[in-house]
């Protein structure tokens, strides 16, 4: 199956089995996933995601108005690819949940493949810990809408 050529910057390649760290924020930083069942829609296409066996979730944290999540891709299928089917599928369902036309996620997003120097634990730590940093909770089991494959 052919699949479409990635949009990462010049120079980087989806890879099978990479780590990549995957930042996508929500159209006009919009606080969206304040709201529970907007977060738990779009938590649950992130599961799809990995029910169809394309992604391994690692951890990741939705944020109110961005997401930071910590993938690995498990086959042929561009992460350029992957993140539009996220953010297709997760677009439509919140649109119906919210009875909205605009436009749910921000165009592109930014990603960084971990290296292997990196410790996957403590970038994954960071990651998670973003609620505390930003206020939201003190300690971090109090925030909802994160996980790790640790847990």
């Known amino acids: 199956m052919d699949m479409p050529r990635d949009d990462l910057i010049r120079?980087?390649?989806s890879i099978p089995g990479q780590i990549y760290h995957i930042t996508t924020?929500?159209?006009?930083?919009?606080?969206?996933?304040?709201?529970?069942?907007c977060a738990r829609l779009a938590i649950a296409e992130m599961r799809r995601l990995e029910e169809q066996n394309l992604i391994?979730?690692?951890a990741w944290v939705l944020m109110p108005d961005h997401l930071h999540w910590l993938l690995q891709l498990n086959g042929p299928i561009s992460l350029s690819t992957i993140i539009k089917v996220f953010k297709g599928r997760?677009?439509?369902?919140?649109?119906?949940h919210l009875q909205g036309s605009s436009s749910i996620w921000q165009r592109g997003f930014h990603d960084h493949a971990l290296r292997r120097e990196e410790d996957l634990l403590t970038v994954a730590r960071y990651l998670v810990a973003n609620p505390l940093r930003d206020g939201l909770v003190e300690r971090i089991g109090d925030y909802p809408f994160w996980d790790a494959c640790w847990l």
């Open 11 to 13: 120079g980087r390649a």
């Open 90 to 96: 997760s677009a439509r369902r919140l649109g119906m």
């Open 25 to 37: 924020t929500t159209e006009g930083r919009q606080p969206l996933f304040r709201d529970f069942h």
């Open 56 to 58: 391994r979730s690692v």
